[in-house]
C-alpha cells in the first residue's frame, strides 16, 4: 500500500489496519461495533453503526404486531451480533417480556452449516409459538428460514422473522420474502466520501469526526406479514386500519368495522395492544408516508393527496407533530439517491 500513491483511505477493521495508521495519510475507519479495537480514541474518523437503534426498531416492529414471546438467533462470537442481541434484549425487557437467545454450536466442526442446521432446527421447534424473532442481519434470517423448513415450522403464522440490512436480492429470494431493517449506508458512504476529500484538501481537523450508520425503516414483507393476536374483534379492527390507511378513517369507522361499541373495542383494544385506536391510526399513517418520503420521487403534493389530504399543510402538520421535523428534511435525511 505504501507504494501504491494512495491520498487518502477508508477501510473497515482489518489486519492491515496498523499499516494504514503508519501510512500517515488521511483515513476513516468503519466499524459496527464501539469502541474500535486497535484504534486510538477520536484518532481517526470512524463511521459507526448505532445497534442500539437497530433493535429498538426490530421489538418494536414485533411489538407492534401483538407478539408476547420472542427470540434472537445471531453469531455468539460477533460482537455486534452480541450487541444486537444484548439491545434486543433491553427493549423486550421494557415491554415486559422475555427473549429466548439461540447458542451456537463451540466446535468449529459443529459451525459447519450442514453441522448446526439440526440444532438450530430443534431449537425453533422449542420455542414458545406464536414468537416474533430478530436475526443479526438477513443472512442469519437466510438460516432460520431453511430451518424452519427442516422443522415444519410455518412462517409467519408460528415464527415471524425479522432480518437487518434489507439486502434486496436476499430479502426477495427468501421464500417466504424477508421483512428487513433497512440502514443509511448510502448515505452513510456520501458523507465519509464528502469528508475524506476534506481531509485530503486540509479542511477538516482528522480527529473527533464521526459518522453514525441508523436504520431508515423497515422494509415489511411476507415473514412478518402477520398479527399475533388472538382477540377477533381487534384482529379485524386492525385489519381494517392497515386496508384503509390511505383514507382519513377515524375511530367510529374502525368500531363499525367490528359490529362493537366504540367504548368496548377501545377498552379491548388498549388493553392488548397498550395504545389506542387513535394511536394505532396515526402511528401506521407516519410509517406510510415516511416509506412514500424514502423510497419514492412523489412530491408532498402528489403525497398528500395520495394519502386523503385535502392540503399538503394538513400533511405536513400532522407528519411533524408526530416526528418532530418536517417532511422535507424527513426525505433528505433519509431518502434514497433516487
Known amino acids: 500500500m505504501r507504494k501504491s500513491g494512495i491520498d487518502g483511505i477508508v477501510a473497515r477493521e482489518m489486519d492491515e489496519i496498523d499499516d494504514i495508521i503508519s501510512m500517515g495519510v488521511p483515513a476513516i475507519f468503519a466499524s ?9 480514541k477520536h484518532a481517526f474518523p470512524i463511521i459507526t453503526t448505532d445497534n442500539r437503534q437497530i433493535s429498538d426498531v426490530a421489538a418494536g416492529h414485533l411489538l407492534d404486531r401483538g407478539f408476547t414471546h420472542f427470540a434472537y438467533c445471531g453469531y455468539d462470537e460477533v460482537p455486534w451480533s452480541q450487541l444486537r442481541g444484548q439491545h434486543f434484549h433491553e427493549r423486550i425487557s421494557k415491554a415486559g417480556y422475555a427473549t429466548h437467545a439461540y447458542e451456537q454450536p463451540r466446535s468449529k466442526i459443529q459451525k459447519r ?13 422449542d420455542l414458545p409459538k406464536p414468537v416474533g424473532l430478530m436475526t443479526c442481519c438477513d443472512d442469519r434470517s437466510r438460516n432460520v428460514i431453511e430451518a424452519a423448513k427442516v422443522a415444519g415450522i410455518h412462517i409467519p403464522e408460528e415464527i415471524a422473522v425479522i432480518g437487518v440490512d434489507n439486502d434486496e436480492l436476499m430479502c426477495h429470494l427468501a421464500n417466504p420474502s424477508l421483512s428487513s431493517i433497512a440502514l443509511s449506508i448510502e448515505k452513510a458512504g456520501v458523507k465519509a466520501a464528502q469528508l475524506l476529500d476534506r481531509l485530503m484538501t486540509g479542511q477538516e481537523d482528522m480527529s473527533n469526526q464521526r459518522i453514525t450508520v441508523t436504520p431508515s425503516h423497515v422494509e415489511t414483507r411476507h415473514s412478518t406479514n402477520i398479527l ?10 386492525l385489519r381494517f386500519i392497515r386496508e384503509h390507511i390511505k ?11 367490528t359490529c362493537l361499541s366504540r367504548r368496548t373495542l377501545e ?18 399513517r407516519i410509517e406510510q408516508l415516511s416509506k412514500m418520503l424514502i423510497q419514492t420521487r412523489m412530491s408532498q403534493v402528489q403525497i398528500a393527496h395520495a394519502m386523503g389530504y385535502h392540503s399538503v399543510d394538513n400533511m405536513r402538520r400532522f407528519f411533524q407533530r408526530h416526528v418532530n421535523m418536517t417532511p422535507l428534511h424527513y426525505r433528505k435525511q433519509f431518502g434514497r439517491q433516487l
Open 32 to 40: 459496527t461495533i464501539e469502541p474500535q479495537k486497535g484504534l486510538p
Open 113 to 125: 452449516w450442514e453441522n448446526e442446521l439440526p440444532q438450530l432446527a430443534a431449537w425453533l421447534q
Open 228 to 237: 399475533a393476536v388472538r382477540d377477533p374483534d381487534v384482529v379485524t379492527a
Open 247 to 257: 383514507e382519513l378513517i377515524q375511530v367510529s369507522d374502525v368500531a363499525n368495522a
Open 267 to 284: 377498552r379491548r383494544f388498549l388493553k392488548i395492544m397498550s395504545r389506542s385506536v387513535q394511536e394505532e391510526i396515526n402511528r401506521l
